[in-house]
């Protein structure tokens, strides 16, 4: 193999990565991974590194699976492309929005298939704005989102995003997308009981709606635990509430399932663990546990009999929407999901047993709170014990002590990301107790090296 300095000089030669500081990369060099088996991954310096964060929340089934490659090798022999337009069609694309059909809530009967996550989160946008033009109500058209949430990179999903980091760059997004603020206990609660602030931050959806006018809302869109921001995961109550608002208004509840679906929550999709029932989702990752790119929406009955019976075309849809190799790689990975019992598993075993080991963090010095949910964790790093953050709770103060923390995790031979003072993790389903253990081992050790770092 090429030696790694040679591939790191090419790679900050030549290729832009997303969301990098290319200052930083060429002075430190990027890391290189060369091979994934489980929940490792392999450096081209030979390190092995547990992947704490299954690459990016997507490979829920865990690395090196011949069965995928056996399945995308096939399909690719059979047929490797054709497109999903005007009238034509493929068989692992039909086979696919069958199953997908079979594992969602029981008011999902269509499929839109996209690309991407982002590009899911663009469809949704032009879809509930389709669906309000054919009920002849097309000044519903705003949509409501919420601070910190990742919606995707493309201009409607940077737009719905509520990242200031994201809105402060690239020029103007799309108009009619507005925030409320995330349920996040630790930041807004005091005072209240967790149950009582779910209900006051679900009321901030209320107030806006009233402000804005109910007959200009076209729909609400949120993450049923928020991810990149944070792992910020909501009182029970505030998604049952979420629901009552947007049935009392008529509008469209929309979930971002990228990160919760398939799985991640211990529940297939995210939605079904907070006891709501939207009329959207996003999906993406966790379809093909990132072995190809795809993503899409679930579409609820409610908006699909408008969209087939009254719509005519809706024109819009993507040259790899319903892409054959794609299709057949989620099909494969969702049989996987199911033959090995994965979501019950993390419903059942594994989550439970996160919850209690990843839970006992609470204890470090350098922890003042930590919680998890399914097979997403987090904790606060704090100054002084008591406290619950360090600072706050921001995308952008990435150079603060998650980010030194972040490089005594890799030291430590786990990734785990940072956000601000928090440091996350969203492991492969297949993570046993046993690894589970080799896991949280790794964190604290890391824990100890930072607060050793800081009290020098
Ligand atoms: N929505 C959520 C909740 C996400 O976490 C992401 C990506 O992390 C996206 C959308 C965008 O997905 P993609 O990167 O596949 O475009």
Redesign the pocket.
């Known amino acids: 193999m090429t030696d790694t300095r040679t591939i790191q000089r090419l790679d900050s030669a030549h290729f832009l990565h997303p969301f990098t500081d290319h200052k930083a990369l060429a002075e430190h060099g990027a890391r290189v991974m060369v091979k994934g088996e489980g929940i490792y991954l392999w450096d081209s310096e030979g390190n092995k590194i547990l992947d704490g964060m299954s690459g990016?929340?997507c490979v829920n089934i865990g690395y090196g699976r011949t069965s995928m490659s056996d399945a995308v090798y096939r399909q690719m022999q059979q047929l490797p492309f054709y497109n999903s337009f005007f009238n034509t069609t493929n068989v692992p694309a039909v086979q696919l929005a069958a199953l997908l059909v079979q594992v969602s809530p029981p008011q999902f009967n269509h499929v839109f298939f996209t690309?991407?996550?982002?590009?899911?989160?663009d469809t949704i946008v032009r879809m509930v704005r389709r669906y309000w033009e054919l009920q002849a109500q097309p000044e519903r058209h705003i949509i409501i989102s919420r601070k910190n949430?990742?919606?995707?990179?493309?201009i409607a999903?940077a737009s719905l995003?509520g990242m200031a980091g994201m809105h402060a760059q690239g020029g103007p997004g799309v108009p009619g997308i507005v925030h409320i603020g995330q349920p996040s206990y630790l930041e807004g609660g005091a005072g209240m009981s967790e149950d009582e602030f779910g209900i006051a931050a679900a009321g901030w959806l209320d107030e806006r709606i009233r402000e804005l006018g109910p007959d200009n809302v076209a729909a609400f869109i949120g993450?049923p635990v928020?991810?990149?921001g944070g792992v910020i995961i909501p009182p029970k109550t505030y998604w049952p509430e979420i629901q009552r608002i947007c049935d009392k208004y008529g509008i469209l509840l929309v979930a971002?399932?990228?990160?919760?679906g398939f799985g991640r929550l211990g529940s297939w999709f995210g939605s079904e663990l907070m006891g709501i029932k939207p009329d959207l989702i996003?999906f993406?990752?966790g379809v093909t546990s990132g072995y190809i790119?795809l993503?899409g929406v679930l579409v609820g009955d409610r908006v699909a009999t408008v969209l087939t019976e009254k719509g005519g075309d809706f024109n819009h849809g993507f040259t790899y929407s319903g892409h054959p190799v794609a299709c057949a790689a989620a099909l494969e990975n969702i049989r996987i999901l199911i033959d090995e019992d994965l979501v019950g598993k993390v419903a059942r075993d594994t989550g439970p047993y996160l919850k209690e080991k990843f839970g006992a963090l609470r204890e470090h010095a350098l922890v003042g709170h930590a919680d998890s949910c399914g097979f997403v964790a987090g904790l606060n790093l704090v100054h002084t014990k008591g406290a619950t953050v360090f600072d706050n709770i921001v995308f952008d103060g990435d150079d603060g002590v998650g980010m030194i923390c972040r490089g005594y995790m890799f030291a430590n031979g786990i990734i785990m990301r940072a956000v601000g003072d928090r440091m996350i993790i969203a492991p492969p389903l297949v993570m046993t107790r046993d690894e589970i253990d080799e896991m949280v081992g790794r964190i604290r050790a890391a824990l100890d090296d930072t607060l050793a770092e800081l009290k020098r």
């Not at 949430?149 to 493309?154: I, R």
């Not at 971002?256 to 919760?260: A, G, L, M, Q, R």
């Open positions: 990016l929340w690309g991407s996550g982002s590009e899911a989160n949430a990742y919606h995707g990179s493309t999903g995003g993450e928020q991810g990149a971002d399932e990228v990160i919760c996003a993406a990752k790119p993503g």
